[in-house]
């Protein structure tokens, strides 16, 4: 005779599960990124890029998940981070040095180092200031599209950087992308875009040409898109800075009127 379990147990372990799910959507994007370093050191350019943009995809499930699960936590919230250090800082940084880097020695090592650092560091003060700030914008870029600009650079043209022109200018590009990753300079998180509403037919015409061209062509079409992403910070910037509101002009004193 079978003994059945009491719904109490059922309830908790199923409530059990449901809180592992995300986790192991993390341990999957950490998985993709490590099996993107082993990959990138052993040559195979292109691979380890298409295991960086899976990390990516496996990135930005888990916290959906978590969010339609109610399972969000602080834990959660901590090993993303750590996850998404290995995936979007480390796994780049070695497909960068590996493709366009080892050319330049000590200064391609330590270009490839300082975008693990700036990654870092933008990953902690995101956690650090998540909740006193606006949720339209994230300050500094975010580490994803920092890797993805890198990896795209490298899956566009998979063949190997030879000329020292070619070293620099990788260098000069990693490098931006690491200062954009630390600056303050704002960018949009797209966070309040409400799928729900209904949208105007110029507006449903203009995304569905934008998944036609994505699907025919996606990596030209990628490389566009995150381009316009990583100017559209310093463009806002520099906007912000030289139009400026004219202040308000003072108050005039009323004169008093005169007497008899």
């Not at 005779?1 to 799910?21: D, N, Q, W």
């Not at 006193?132 to 994803?144: C, K, Q």
């Not at 950087?161 to 998180?189: D, E, H, K, N, Q």
């Not at 990628?222 to 910037?237: D, F, N, Q, R, T």
């Amino acid at each position: 005779m079978k003994l059945r379990r009491p719904r109490r147990a059922t309830r908790e372990s199923f409530r059990r599960g449901i809180y592992l799910l995300p986790s192991l959507f993390t341990v999957g994007n950490m998985l993709a990124g490590f099996a993107s370093i082993l990959h990138a050191i052993s040559g195979r350019l292109e691979l380890a890029g298409w295991l960086i943009f899976l990390a990516g995809i496996l990135d930005g499930l888990d916290g959906r998940i978590a969010r339609l699960t109610k399972s969000t936590s602080e834990f959660g919230k901590e090993y993303d981070s750590l996850a998404d250090v290995v995936s979007f800082g480390v796994a780049p940084a070695v497909l960068a040095f590996q493709w366009g880097l080892w050319g330049m020695g000590k200064l391609g090592w330590a270009a490839a180092f300082l975008f693990v650092v700036a990654g870092s560091v933008r990953l902690a003060r995101f956690n650090v200031k998540a909740d006193h700030t606006d949720r339209r914008y994230f300050v500094g870029l975010p580490i994803p599209a920092g890797a993805g600009a890198v990896t795209l650079m490298v899956l566009i043209a998979p063949e190997p950087v030879v000329t020292p022109t070619g070293s620099v200018l990788v260098c000069l590009f990693v490098l931006a992308v690491a200062f954009l990753m630390v600056s303050t300079i704002r960018y949009r998180s797209f966070k309040d875009l409400d799928l729900r509403q209904r949208w105007p037919a110029k507006a449903f015409f203009f995304l569905a040409a934008v998944v036609a061209v994505v699907a025919f062509s996606p990596l030209p079409a990628m490389g566009v898109a995150l381009g316009c992403y990583l100017l559209s910070g310093p463009v806002g910037w520099l906007r912000g800075r030289l139009v400026r509101t004219p202040a308000a002009p003072a108050p005039q004193e009323k004169e008093a009127p005169l007497g008899p």
